[in-house]
């Protein structure tokens, strides 16, 4: 009898001494996706004995895709298009992973036009006009698409994770590749 009280007492206990150490990493990570989830099991208990101090042990949220999708123009004198008008994205990999150090330059570029959205009408602009002779005007816009939550991945998981991300659109500029732009107006 002593002996099943005493294997008792010590599976008690190591479930116990299991229990308090995933306490202890889940709840300063509550707000991971897996710290949501088992929540419920472990903040009562956590908030009673004074587990519940939280930080950010993981990570934030990946990035979310950025770049500047334009619109080169090409009409005559009434503003009737000559010819269909071309979309282009800058920089063009706007949905794949960048590798090379050289590529990753205009990602930095890129970056570096939308913080200002004058450096589109003075930058930018004009070396599509010149990339694309023959065109009358170029639109600019800043996109940004966003990458959905992983809850919203787990609930909603018969739909595609492209279906929950959303299309942003920032910044807005269009230039008129007939006029010269002054950098000194920046």
């Given amino acids: 009898m002593k002996k099943k009280v005493s294997l008792l007492f010590k599976a008690t206990l190591s479930l116990w001494i299991v229990y308090n150490i995933f306490t202890m990493l889940v709840m300063p990570n509550i707000g991971a996706y897996f710290g949501r989830v088992s929540s419920r099991f472990v903040t009562p208990y956590a908030n009673t004995v004074g587990l519940n101090a939280s930080w950010n042990f993981f990570s934030p949220d990946p990035a979310h895709v950025m770049y500047i999708r334009y619109l080169i123009n090409y009409t005559d004198a009434e503003g009737n298009p000559t010819k269909e008008a071309v979309e282009g994205y800058f920089p063009p990999e706007k949905n794949q992973a960048v590798k090379s150090i050289f590529k990753k330059r205009e990602l930095y570029v890129m970056r570096f036009m939308v913080i200002d959205p004058k450096r589109l009408k003075v930058f930018m602009g004009p070396w599509l006009c010149r990339k694309y002779p023959g065109a009358t005007s170029v639109d600019m816009e800043h996109v940004i698409e966003t990458v ?5 991945v787990v609930t909603f998981k018969n739909e595609g994770v492209k279906d ?8 807005r500029e269009t230039v008129s590749c007939s006029e010269t732009q002054d950098e000194v107006t920046l």
């Fill in 148 to 152: 959905p939550v992983l809850d919203q």
């Fill in 164 to 171: 929950l991300s959303q299309e942003l659109q920032y910044v």
